[in-house]
């Protein structure tokens, strides 16, 4: 059972570089989606998608990109790492709509920005 | 607009004992639903317990309920027989079905006394 796996778990970024993180999920999801946890707060929306193709932002969409082209994998980039998105990143999956009521996240990637 | 508001930034409850965690909302979508999940120190998120908009009756998943409360807003769960594994933050989280955005709120961190 593979689930949502998110590479890599860990990584240090100089300020100015860009990196992906990459995601996939082996459940045929419609639904996947990035996050942000900073410490000792919640979960923060960065992109969805509903499906390949198909992308929009979330609550805090700002210095990061995404695309889905394929139903398996939604990967984020980051275009040049700030320190401020030393951070937790989670992606998610899950079915679309009232069949969608799980979702399913992979172990989380965390980021430092130096 | 979606918004997930959890009150409690910080809960202590006496092992055995029952343990209500508040969740208020708000959203214009007629359709969404409700999660709750457990974040461990280990940082893993753990599924709990689902409620549709339109659901009759209140989710229950072993030691878990959900308290719906639709008119007001409110989705608050119930943990009976309170375990020292319980102790973790808990997020309230909403997926409004018109888009499939999911938001989640600022969670609550729950202790457990022997």
């Known amino acids: 059972n593979a689930g949502v796996t998110q590479t890599p778990k860990f990584q240090v970024l100089k300020t100015g570089q860009s990196m992906t993180l990459q995601c996939a999920q082996d459940?045929?999801?419609?639904?996947m989606s990035w996050y942000r946890q900073d410490p000792g707060m919640g979960l923060r929306l960065i992109h969805y998608?509903?499906?390949?193709?198909?992308?929009d932002q979330g609550e805090v969409p700002n210095g990061y990109n995404v695309s889905r082209s394929t139903t398996e994998d939604f990967p984020l980039r980051l275009l040049s790492a700030a320190p401020s998105q030393t951070s937790v990143y989670f992606c998610?999956?899950?079915?679309?709509?009232?069949?969608?009521?799980?979702?399913?996240f992979g172990e989380g990637s965390w980021l430092t920005v130096v | 607009a979606q918004k997930i508001t959890q009150t409690q930034p910080g809960m202590f409850v006496q092992e055995k004992e029952a343990v209500t965690l508040d969740c208020t909302y708000d959203t214009s979508d007629p359709s969404y639903g409700l999660f709750w999940y457990k974040q461990p120190s280990s940082g893993e998120m753990i599924f709990l317990i689902y409620?549709?908009?339109?659901?009759?009756q209140n989710a229950t998943e072993g030691r878990y309920s959900l308290n719906f409360q639709k008119a007001r807003k409110s989705a608050n769960l119930v943990i009976s027989a309170s375990q020292l594994g319980d102790s973790a933050m808990y997020f309230c989280a909403m997926r409004e079905l018109s888009n499939d955005k999911v938001i989640f709120g600022p969670g609550t961190s729950l202790s457990v006394i022997p």
């Open positions: 409620q549709g908009s339109y659901d009759q």
């Open positions: 998608s509903v499906g390949a193709g198909i992308t």
């Open positions: 459940m045929n999801h419609e639904y």
């Open positions: 998610a999956s899950s079915y679309v709509g009232t069949e969608g009521n799980t979702i399913y």
